[in-house]
């Protein structure tokens, strides 16, 4: 018993997927994509001297403003600006209201001096100081004695005069430099208008001094546009991939300057190049990271489908490394060679077609950064566009079919998916096409397309050799019938193989409808049952014509001899080098599922059995092609044993055994859903009664019967 357990914990040690592992090589993949990336994003620094030709046509790597000439073209708008003035009418208002304060103040001194013996000057000192105190004017003392001196009427005659004046006057628009002019305007208005000289001086002076400016600067309209034309100034800027140098052109002052600011001339070493490539190169291997732990493709339980992934993206970053380091030779076009859809179509091939279609963004943005060195910045945009049209190219067209034709035949799609990318470009730029240069570039496009087929083909063997990789191709070849352990089910075990074959069609049509591996579940059928050749004649579907040997066993024998079987195939398929995924079948189908007759028959002879003895060590189901296979495996079983199986027995029976296995946890440690489950049982029905169909009874069998009857 404690043996038992022992073995039970063994077999259920998730081999393929420790935590260590998977981090070490996700750390890997993020060393290889840093060190690739990272001659391509170290900052260029030139060796040009002011006033020597150029070594070379020398483009801006950014896009960076001149601050300088931004500045100059800033004080240009400015000096082009002129200032605001505004007419303030109110101004004559004010002038207006003063002159009429003046003359009331004389009047009110008038009627003081009446009723005053003070001598005039006073009355004059206080009339000038009583200005001054209210309105900050003052006035000649000519001018304030001809007021004292004046009667009232006189008085009115001059306050009108002199308001008339000034109104007249500052109606118009008077400048600062205007206002002597328009002084004297309002004194001559004066002496047309008035005939008492006196006090037509008074007036005259008066309407002088309450002229002023009223055309005056406007600082706040002024101010706004100041910003105005400011925010209209556009910057000058060097942008990225504009030519500073060309060629043998003197490096004179202002080109030394603009070199000096988009940073070619700076000998200093900056981290920032290089932090960002870590982050960069951080977010796809974390993408890469969730992606593995989220999908249902291999990259999720097994560490070597990982490694295998990191091993293609490494081939890819080396070839394009290879293919960029060529394009430095001046090779026009050659960029366009690199077979970026082979690293697509060999992950469609070996581990999962979504993988592949994931792996084309990301191996489109990596190439756009090895390829940068005719991109004006980091990233070679029109690159990485091509890398994912011939990547995806090559997973669509090759879809699910293993064929060796079809790889080839996605050879031709994707050329002339590149051939068409690189047309684009062309018509694109609108400029004109040299035939001899579009020649060649798109008989590299071209060749891209068949030199990724090619190589795919060509590595395809070594890695499903070195990895034992179960790919579409190598599922084909070990369906063959002539395959030795099939045939040895076949010769030894004839009721196991065809047991088999029934379960691989089950098994195959519930994978298909659910959108798993269809393929993958019928090569695994094949081989689940392949321990049944080490006793064949222990299990029923090859006791034909002998007696059961199991009634000559105890229940404990008898157990045992059922439970080895799987592992007797897991061990057998390991030492033929099967891939693991076929080996995990023949672990994985019966899982820990209860062996109910030898159970029950222990307990009818008192033997007091414990129940975990008699369960399979599992593991369960893995993934959801294995827990497929192991209810189709007891469905085939089940129905094989029933007399008259009709569509409605079928149906029961099949939900039954899905409802019990769900309920015995069977299903525990797979992906299969509520919505999954009821998919498989309905389309293991159809099949089923596809196969056990009721036969029409002929008349001339039923004579055959009948005689057969009444000669018995």
């Known amino acids: ?332 076009g050659i960029l366009w060679l690199t077979p970026i859809a082979l690293g697509t179509m060999l992950l469609a091939q070996l581990i ?89 570039e798109i008989g590299f496009a071209v060749g891209s397309g068949f030199l990724a087929a090619v190589l795919t083909l060509g590595l395809m063997p070594f890695f499903e050799t070195g990895f034992n990789i179960l790919s579409k191709t190598k599922l084909i070849e070990l369906s063959n019938a002539n395959q030795p352990l099939l045939r040895k089910i076949l010769l030894e075990a004839p009721g196991t193989y065809h047991h088999s074959i029934m379960v691989a069609n089950l098994s195959e049509a519930a994978c298909e409808a659910i959108g798993t591996n269809g393929l993958l579940a019928r090569v695994g059928a094949y081989y689940h049952d392949l321990g049944k050749t080490k006793r064949p004649q222990y299990f029923i579907e090859n006791q034909m014509k002998i007696d059961n040997p199991h009634d000559r066993r105890s229940p404990d024998v008898s157990k045992q001899i059922i439970i080895d079987h799987p592992y007797d195939g897991a061990r057998m398929l390991e030492e033929h080098h099967f891939p693991k995924q076929i080996v995990d079948f023949a672990k994985q189908h019966h899982g820990t599922s209860l062996l109910k007759y030898f159970y029950h028959k222990a307990k009818e002879k008192d033997m007091e059995p414990d129940e975990a003895d008699y369960r399979y060590p599992g593991p369960k189901a893995q993934f959801k092609e294995s827990a497929v296979l192991g209810i189709a495996d007891s469905v085939e079983a089940a129905v094989r044993s029933m007399e008259a199986p009709t569509g409605e027995k079928i149906e029961k029976l099949v939900n039954d055994i899905i409802r019990d296995r769900l309920v015995d946890g069977q299903f525990d440690e797979c992906d299969l859903t509520m919505k999954e489950l009821s998919i498989i049982a309905n389309t293991m029905c159809e099949t089923l009664q596809g196969t056990f169909h009721s036969r029409i009874e002929y008349p001339e069998n039923r004579d055959v019967k009948e005689k057969k009857a009444n000669d018995g």
Not at 32 to 45: A, C
Not at 51 to 61: C, T, Y
Request: charge should be negative.
């Open 1 to 332: 018993m404690t043996a038992n357990k022992n073995k039970k914990r063994k077999l259920q040690t998730p081999g393929t997927r420790h935590r260590s592992v998977r981090v070490g090589l996700f750390l890997l993949l993020g060393i290889l994509l840093y060190v690739s990336m990272l001659d391509n994003v170290q900052p260029e620094q030139l060796d040009v001297t002011l006033s020597e030709p150029a070594p070379e046509d020398i483009r801006s790597p950014i896009t960076v403003e001149h601050e300088a000439l931004t500045a100059e073209r800033e004080q240009e708008a400015l000096d082009e600006l002129d200032p605001s003035y505004v007419h303030r009418n109110d101004y004559v208002l004010m002038q207006t209201e003063k002159i009429n304060t003046i003359f009331e103040l004389a009047t009110e001194f008038q009627e003081a001096q009446n009723a005053d013996t003070a001598p005039l000057d006073d009355h004059v000192e206080q009339l000038q100081a009583t200005l001054e105190e209210e309105m900050d004017q003052s006035l000649p003392e000519e001018t304030l004695e001809i007021l004292l001196n004046e009667n009232e009427e006189q008085l009115m005659i001059g306050r009108d005069a002199a308001r008339n004046a000034v109104h007249e006057v500052m109606n118009e628009e008077i400048a600062v430099d205007d206002v002597p002019a328009a002084r004297e305007e309002a004194e001559e208005r004066i002496s047309m208008s008035m005939g008492n000289t006196q006090l037509q001086n008074a007036s005259a002076a008066i309407a002088s001094r309450m002229v002023t400016a009223n055309y005056i600067y406007d600082d706040e309209n002024t101010a706004e546009r100041r910003e105005e034309a400011l925010d209209e100034v556009e910057p000058v800027l060097i942008r990225e991939g504009e030519i500073l140098a060309q060629e043998g052109e003197i490096i004179d002052a202002e080109i030394y300057e603009q070199l000096s600011l988009t940073g070619l001339l700076d000998d200093e070493f900056s981290s920032f190049p290089y932090l960002g490539l870590l982050l960069f190169v951080g977010m796809i291997v974390t993408m890469v990271a969730f992606y593995a732990g989220q999908t249902s493709s291999p990259l999720r339980y097994s560490n070597q489908a990982l490694f295998l992934y990191v091993l293609v993206f490494f081939i890819m970053l080396a070839t394009m490394k290879v293919m960029s380091v060529l394009n430095l030779f001046d090779m026009e």
């Open 352 to 440: 999962s077609y979504r993988v592949a279609l994931y792996t084309a963004v990301l191996l489109a943005l990596v190439g756009s950064v090895i390829f940068n060195a005719e991109a004006t910045g980091n990233f070679h945009a029109t690159f990485m566009i091509y890398a994912l049209f011939s990547g995806l190219a090559g997973v669509f067209f090759l879809g699910k079919t293993p064929q060796v034709a079809k790889i080839l035949q996605s050879g031709a799609f994707i050329a002339l998916m590149n051939g068409l990318t690189v047309t684009s470009f062309y018509f694109l730029s609108n400029a004109p096409i040299t035939l001899e240069r579009y020649g060649v």
